[in-house]
T-cell receptor, first 113, second 113 residues
Framework: QKEVEQNSGPLSVPEGAIASLNCTYS??????FFWYRQYSGKSPELIMSIYSNGDKEDGRFTAQLNKASQYVSLLIRDSQPSDSATYLCAVNKGLDSGYALNFGKGTSLLVTP | TAGITQAPTSQILAAGRSMTLRCTQD?????MYWYRQDLGLGLRLIHYSNTAGTTGKGEVPDGYSVSRANTDDFPLTLASAVPSQTSVYFC????????????FGQGTRLTVV
């Protein structure tokens, strides 16, 4: 059973709209959550981290965390064609795995002009 | 700042041959990781190292070995390559601990024929 779940997409939104990306995780003791962006043929790039329940905003990006529901999301406001990429949700595995990240399979986002 | 450097960028390897994928970081991060990324399977942890001199097994360690002789270097060795090891390999590093973000190298695309 995959521990981090994401819809594979593709999620298509028009330029200027809000893109909403969702992720659920199974390990209740997880404490750290991350969103990575990966362009085709490139390596994952960290865009947001969140550790506490609630919202965290950074520019056009807002991460939302609800530990009770084991749910984390990423909102991208004023979406741009350059935001078209695969977005990976990652959850910290904890000490037993050296605090490595457990990744979802990613959601493909397409922003259309 | 170079960050994390992986070499080679790509490689075609005959089955049964051995190969070492190199990873060097200049951020003095304590923790380092090797992931493989396959279509439909996402990023999976192969091995990790919390600090120089220690290593641990991840989700898919079979057929791979690692060493961590110093802080900066974390090579991944395939002793006898098989076609199922065809993948994109990413090295990552983190300062260490549960709440710290991980940063990725540019990846090595390996094809075993």
């Amino acid at each position: 059973q995959k521990e981090v779940e994401q819809n594979s997409g593709p999620l298509s939104v028009p330029e200027g709209a809000i893109a909403s990306l969702n992720c659920t995780y199974s390990d209740r003791v997880s404490q750290s959550f991350f969103w990575y962006r990966q362009y085709s043929g490139k390596s994952p790039e960290l865009i947001m981290s969140i550790y506490s329940n609630g919202d965290k905003e950074d520019g056009r990006f807002t991460a939302q965390l609800n530990k009770a529901s084991q749910y984390v999301s990423l909102l991208i406001r004023d979406s741009q064609p350059s935001d078209s990429a695969t977005y990976l949700c990652a959850v910290n595995k904890g000490l037993d795995s050296g605090y490595a990240l457990n990744f979802g399979k990613g959601t493909s986002l397409l922003v259309t002009p | 700042t170079a960050g994390i450097t992986q070499a080679p960028t790509s490689q075609i390897l005959a089955a049964g041959r051995s190969m070492t994928l190199r990873c060097t970081q200049d951020m003095r991060h304590n923790a380092m990781y090797w992931y493989r990324q396959d279509l439909g399977l996402g990023l999976r942890l192969i091995h990790y190292s919390n600090t120089a001199g220690t290593t641990g097994k991840g989700e898919v360690p079979d057929g791979y070995s690692v060493s961590r002789a110093n802080t900066d270097d974390f090579p991944l060795t395939l002793a006898s390559a098989v076609p199922s090891q065809t993948s994109v390999y990413f090295c990552a590093s983190s300062p260490g601990g549960q709440s710290i973000e991980a940063f990725f190298g540019q990846g090595t695309r390996l094809t075993v024929v």
